[in-house]
């Protein structure tokens, strides 16, 4: 899974995105999503509300919202 959130507005809107990669080879955009900020609550609910499991790989920048969100999956 890669997962960033990509600023549309220095600090204030974020979109939030997330790619899979699948064990066929596909890579499926999960989710591109709107949101205030990088939050662990932001993250976490829209992870829950894709269905989207505890991955077995996860690439990220260091934000600590992606990386709160995918340890309470």
């Known amino acids: 899974m ?3 959130g990509v600023y549309v507005r220095a600090g204030l809107e974020a979109v939030l995105v997330v790619i899979v990669g699948c064990v066929d080879g596909r890579k499926v ?3 591109v999503t709107p949101g205030a900020r990088e939050s ?3 993250w976490s ?3 829950r509300d894709r269905g989207l ?3 077995r790989l ?3 920048d260091g934000h ?3 990386w709160g ?3 309470n999956r």
């Open 58 to 60: 996860v690439v990220a």
């Open 53 to 55: 499991r505890a991955p």
């Open 2 to 4: 890669w997962a960033d």
């Open 45 to 47: 609910r829209d992870l």
């Open 69 to 71: 969100a995918v340890r």
């Open 40 to 42: 662990v609550e932001t």
């Open 29 to 31: 955009v999960v989710s």
């Open 64 to 66: 600590l919202g992606i």
